[in-house]
């Protein structure tokens, strides 16, 4: 398996894996994903089985140290050398789950950030995905103001 930054010539592959892996109001738009990739495409990680794309990893860097909301729609926000990379999404295909994919991904998506002069990783889970973070040093910080898809979320630090 090998992980790269992604390219415009990327989208299609990124926007059906999105759609397996979130729900309708969860899920970013191709509109958003091709923003996120014209204005930080360092910061969106591709993982891949051969030839096939399985899982990404995305997020803006920022000074700020919460996510919110307006991030995921606003590439712009973006700053190349903010302290805190947020993480907007950990998507795995269905067939590759359970496999270790995830973890492969924040594992390098750490790495990068860390030899990036970061001071962490901030990223919104579920409840039922709580452990799973903690399980790489993520720290739970207690429910999000995100109201994003009408869920609650629960923000996550990883913290250098």
Not at 23 to 47: G, K, M, N
Not at 100 to 110: D, F, N, Q, S, T
């Amino acid at each position: 398996m090998t992980i790269r930054t992604a390219t415009l010539q990327d989208l299609d592959h990124i926007v059906k894996i999105e759609q397996e892996c979130f729900p309708e109001a969860e899920a970013a738009t191709r509109q958003s994903f091709e923003q996120r990739l014209i204005h930080y495409p360092r910061h969106f990680w591709l993982l891949s089985d051969g030839c096939q794309i399985i899982g990404f990893v995305n997020g803006m860097v920022t000074d700020e140290p919460d996510l919110r909301d307006e991030m995921y729609g606003q590439a712009s926000l973006h700053q190349e050398h903010g302290a805190w990379q947020m993480i907007f999404g950990v998507d795995v295909i269905p067939g590759y789950r359970r496999r270790g994919c995830a973890g492969m991904l924040l594992r390098h998506v750490a790495e990068v950030s860390r030899s990036q002069g970061r001071k962490g990783l901030v990223l919104t889970c579920k409840e039922k995905l709580l452990h799973y973070y903690a399980t790489f040093g993520f720290v739970n910080e207690g429910l999000s103001s995100s109201a994003h898809g009408n869920v609650s979320w629960y923000q996550m630090r990883l913290t250098f």
